[in-house]
């Protein structure tokens, strides 16, 4: 018989998840596997539990929001695990899954992972640790870390939005270097991001005629720190319409080096990666192997 682990974070997100995870376990059972559960208690248990049991498996399925996933997928590349691996988001905001067209019911989502071949995936690497979709830092940048998850359970996206707002009005300078394959960047910036998503920090959206995701490259996003209030106005409003001219940047990137940014804290997947004097960033093409 076929084994799948399947790895669930039972704090994640608006829903109670018991009946989704005995719906999920009827249909992965139905499919011919033998299924054995991991539940995650604290951070980077999904890494672990991938780690150390992915190999014995045929198919992992993880369940939770985008740093549940993130956790597993480093578990994976840290084993050198190639098994295919399938997400049921039941996160609060699901930037990642919602980017790739998943399934939002739980149930549905199993049932698509039954039916669905593995494809390659990219992954980011960022100064030894992976990330799936975004590295990202400045204004609302710590809106996807510093909203309570208590907040996030009871409002999902909304509290994003709330968060966010607030980060407007207490807006950094990000004084960068950005060497990338073939440019410098060199100014002061209110956001950076490395991205393969099409929505991000449950605020911005990319259209997805500028995302790939196992085309070998990930999307550069800076954007310049503004004259005044109304220029930051009128650049976030040029953020939220995908309006990538004056003085923001959009670039597609294999690689970058980053320097001057011993005190800048960065987000990867939504979890806060403290600063770095020198960050390295590279694309892992074709990195995993994973149902979407």
């Given at each position: ?12 997100g ?8 005995e ?44 740093g ?14 190639s098994?295919?691996?399938?997400y ?20 549905d ?15 980011g ?7 799936v979709?975004?590295?990202s ?20 996206h ?6 966010g707002?607030r ?7 990000l004084?960068?270097?950005i ?53 930051l ?6 953020i ?8 923001i940047?959009f ?22 990666e ?13 990195a ?5």
């Open positions: 018989m076929k084994k799948l682990l399947f790895i669930i974070n039972p704090k994640a608006v829903k109670k998840n018991k009946h989704f995870v719906d999920a376990l009827e249909i992965f059972e139905k499919a011919g596997y033998k299924v054995g559960v991991k539940y995650t208690k604290k951070r980077a248990d999904g890494t672990r539990i991938a780690r150390d049991y992915g190999a014995k498996a045929d198919l992992i399925v993880c369940m939770g929001g985008d549940t996933l993130n956790e597993v997928m480093q578990g994976m590349l840290e084993g050198e695990i098994t295919p691996l399938g049921i988001p039941a996160g609060s905001t699901n930037d990642f899954a919602n980017s790739l067209g998943l399934r939002t019911n739980p149930k989502q199993a049932e698509f992972i039954m039916e669905t071949e593995a494809k390659s995936l990219d992954l690497w960022f100064n030894g640790r992976y990330f979709y975004t590295a830092a400045g204004i609302f940048t710590e809106t996807s870390y510093s909203t309570p998850q208590e907040l996030k359970n009871k409002l999902g909304f509290a994003y939005i709330l968060h707002i980060e407007v009005f207490k807006i950094r300078r004084k960068l270097r060497e990338t394959e073939d440019e410098v960047y060199e100014n002061k910036y209110i956001f950076v991001a490395i991205n393969n998503a099409k929505k991000v920090g449950g605020i911005m959206r990319l259209d997805k005629a500028h995302v790939e995701f196992n085309d070998g490259e990930f999307e550069l996003m800076l954007v310049e720190f503004p004259r005044d209030f109304i220029q106005m009128k650049t976030v409003g040029k939220f319409m995908q309006d990538f001219s004056g003085n940047t670039k597609q990137i294999k690689s970058a080096k980053i320097t001057n940014c011993s005190d800048v804290n960065w987000s990867l997947d939504g979890e806060k403290k600063a770095h004097d020198f960050v390295e960033f590279k694309v892992i093409h074709n995993i192997n994973f149902i979407y």
